[in-house]
């Protein structure tokens, strides 16, 4: 079935460091959503990519949609502590009202 | 404008009671989803309601039933809950402006324990 694969499942950086977290689709995709999971909390929509290539910036975290529509990007410049977490990516199911969910990547973020 | 919401934020059920799950959203969206997440584990879909007065299994539909009694309210029915069933449970909406879903608004969650 129709599958959305992120890697890596875990990440510790150093505060100040950068950090991408990847995320590939098994199919073509109409779009691609970002989330944000606060340790205790729920998901967070950040953002959704639409076109082909597309690149979107939020101050220091920025997406970005693969030409084939079937990967994605999420990097964070010079973490910081707010910026713990897990970070899901999650597609549209084809043909559907469904949403596939990535496993997320959970961040760490060392002071 | 309060979002998502959902009630209880915490239960403990002992094996076998039942309970319903609250969900109600204020944005008019016309779908709406509940979700497990499991510690540690990524969010697998229950049931949803694409639009009001249709509702339709997910991966982990078994030992849930769920209501959706108007455009505004999604319930979830644990009928006779079991250890297994020890999860956060989130509701989300979405708009679905028939492009397939698009972004959804999660509630603050439901912590259940089944003992």
């Known amino acids: 079935g129709q599958q959305v694969m992120q890697i890596p499942q875990y990440q510790h950086v150093q505060e100040g460091e950068d950090f991408t977290t990847y995320c590939n689709s098994s199919t073509t995709l109409s779009n691609i959503q970002w989330y944000k999971q606060r340790p205790g909390g729920h998901p967070v929509f950040l953002i959704q990519?639409?076109?082909?290539?597309e690149v979107k910036k939020q101050k220091r975290l920025t997406f970005q949609f693969g030409e084939a529509k079937k990967n994605s990007s999420l990097h964070i410049t010079a973490t910081q502590t707010t910026d713990v977490g897990t970070y899901f990516c999650?597609?549209?199911?084809?043909?559907?009202?469904?949403?596939?969910f990535g496993a997320g990547t959970r961040l760490f973020v060392k002071a | 404008n309060a979002g998502v919401t959902q009630t209880p934020k915490f239960q403990v059920l002992k094996t076998g009671q039942s309970m319903t799950l609250q969900c109600a959203q204020d944005m008019n969206h016309n779908s709406m989803y509940w979700y497990r997440q499991d510690p540690g584990m990524g969010l697998r879909l229950i049931y949803y309601s694409a639009s009001e007065g249709t509702t339709d299994k997910g991966e982990v539909p078994n030992g849930y039933n769920v209501s959706r009694l108007n455009k505004r309210e999604f319930s979830l029915r644990l009928e006779s809950a079991a250890p297994s069933q020890t999860s956060v449970y989130f509701c989300?909406?979405?708009?679905?402006?028939?492009?397939?879903?698009?972004?959804?608004?999660f509630g603050p969650g439901t912590r259940l324990t089944v003992t």
């Open positions: 999650a597609g549209p199911k084809t043909g559907g009202f469904k949403t596939i």
């Open positions: 990519l639409v076109k082909s290539g």
């Open positions: 989300a909406s979405t708009q679905n402006l028939g492009g397939g879903a698009g972004e959804q608004y």
